[in-house]
């Protein structure tokens, strides 16, 4: 299991609930620390004495306050301390839960786990923290589940034209006429109505509102 972990959460309330699961796992060593810039200075601390953190838990959101800040969120801290220490494994524990955020954070900030606040979430917290131990990547069920069904359809140019003019307000009867005016085809409303209700079929969704707000969170509009 891990020896050194440090946790980054503003809630005083959440960050003990954190250390308390750690230390039922029997990490060795657990700090804590409410602001970025805090955690910042604990890992290059760490890193100069040559006694380094192995995992880094950290929230995205941080409530600012009085005190002003170098680092003001999760994603501009898990850069950071890339930066300095890439080895380190990097679990995000918060509420912002969209498959697009998630995605990107595994894509692009290169994260190991991510673990959504809500019911029974120290237990996965456990269940991400050994899984990541053993070279595993760990996402919490609800939110594997949106990004699978995310990444299994692909959207064509037509069904995101439609999405996006049913978002600015566009009656689905008035679409035909705007199609036909762009010169984008096809342009019937029976093919307007088709390529909708294959989107919601496929998506398991049953209404265009459902629709448009789907893909508003998956970043498709």
């Not at 999760?74 to 990097?90: D, M, P, V």
């Not at 036909?180 to 409303?189: D, G, Y």
């Not at 919601?200 to 969704?205: A, G, Q």
Request: aromatic residues 8%.
């Amino acid at each position: 299991m891990f020896k050194k972990a440090l946790i980054a959460e503003d809630f005083e309330s959440y960050n003990s609930s954190v250390q308390k699961a750690l230390e039922e796992l029997k990490i060795e060593i657990i700090d804590n620390v409410q602001y970025c810039d805090d955690a910042f200075m604990k890992i290059k601390k760490s890193i100069r004495e040559k006694n380094p953190y192995d995992l880094l838990i950290t929230d995205l959101s941080f409530v600012k306050d009085h005190r002003k800040q170098n680092i003001n969120d999760g994603r501009e801290l898990i850069n950071t301390i890339k930066g300095e220490q890439s080895a380190i494994k990097i679990i995000v524990f918060s509420i912002e839960d969209r498959a697009e955020i998630v995605d990107d954070l595994f894509k692009t900030h290169e994260i190991n786990g991510f673990v959504s606040k809500g019911r029974e979430d120290l237990k996965e917290l456990k269940r991400a923290t050994k899984a990541i131990y053993n070279n595993e990547k760990y996402i919490s069920t609800n939110v594997k589940n949106s990004i699978k069904t995310k990444n299994s359809y692909d959207f064509t140019r037509f069904e995101i034209t439609l999405v996006k003019l049913l978002s600015e307000g566009m009656m689905q009867k008035n679409i035909p006429d705007y199609l036909k005016e762009n010169n984008i085809k096809p342009s019937s409303l029976s093919s307007v109505e088709k390529a909708l209700n294959n989107m919601k079929e496929s998506l398991e969704i049953s209404s265009n509102e459902q629709l448009v707000a789907l893909c508003k969170d998956w970043g498709i509009i």
